[in-house]
T-cell receptor, first 113, second 115 residues
Framework: EAQVTQNPRYLITVTGKKLTVTCSQN?????MSWYRQDPGLGLRQIYY???????DKGDVPEGYKVSRKEKRNFPLILESPSPNQTSLYFC????????????FGDGTRLSIL | AQSVTQLDSQVPVFEEAPVELRCNYS??????LFWYVQYPNQGLQLLLK??????LVKGINGFEAEFNKSQTSFHLRKPSVHISDTAEYFC?????????????FGAGTRLAVHP
């Protein structure tokens, strides 16, 4: 089954404790992206990657890091999480091209205390 | 700045009634338009997309949308809703610049279908 898998689905942690949210896709997609969803703001892009070792900032990259060492994986790293990063996070993937619809994971709800 | 506006944050409707969820975007160039649905505790699922051609696009679950270039709108409609359509709906646009594949989302419309 074609899917984007995120882990964990839920996480409660404390300020400053490094965490990683994993994302993996099995569709051989070149493009992967991370979004955060906040009430009244829709989804905003954090980082994206067009292929292995090619990553770039989205609209809200501050406080986040990513890496793309393998085509299927695109982890999101919070080196020193803060309460304003409490949010619902989605990973998405697609083929390259603006016409291509993106496939989304089920989301990761992060609470930073 | 490029933007996508969903004009209603919440839309309550009774079962079997018609519904329209409104979406407008700001752009002077050709764009590609998408509607996604998010059911509780799930990710976003593609409902339909407009890439080119006929301005009336049909999607899954009986939804359709009409692209209006002069009004820069892409409103989503369903003639008769079911309780199971209760979800949040997002309009999204690509082709507005800022990077390949970049999607810009509206703030979402929460559709609540009541019996």
């Amino acid at each position: 089954e074609a899917q984007v898998t995120q882990n964990p689905r839920y996480l409660i942690t404390v300020t400053g404790k490094k965490l990683t949210v994993t994302c993996s896709q099995n569709m051989n997609h070149e493009y992967m992206s991370w979004y955060r969803q906040d009430p009244g703001l829709g989804l905003r892009q954090i980082y994206y990657s067009m292929n292995v070792e090619v990553t770039d900032k989205g609209d809200v990259p501050e406080g986040y890091k990513v890496s793309r060492k393998e085509k299927r994986n695109f982890p999101l790293i919070l080196e020193s999480p803060s309460p304003n990063q409490t949010s619902l996070y989605f990973c998405a993937s697609s083929l390259l091209g603006e016409k291509e619809p993106q496939h989304f994971g089920d989301g990761t709800r992060l609470s930073i205390l | 700045a490029q933007s996508v506006t969903q004009l209603d944050s919440q839309v309550p409707v009774f079962e079997e009634a018609p519904v329209e969820l409104r979406c407008n975007y700001s752009s002077s160039v050709s764009v590609y338009l998408f509607w996604y649905v998010q059911y509780p505790n799930q990710g976003l699922q593609l409902l339909l997309k407009y890439l080119s051609g006929s301005t009336l696009v049909k999607g899954i679950n009986g939804f359709e949308a009409e692209f209006n270039k002069s009004q820069t709108s892409f409103h989503l409609r369903k003639p008769s809703v079911h309780i199971s359509d209760t979800a949040e709906y997002f309009c999204a646009v690509s082709g507005l610049g800022g990077g390949y594949n970049k999607l810009i989302f509206g703030a979402g419309t929460r559709l609540a279908v009541h019996p």
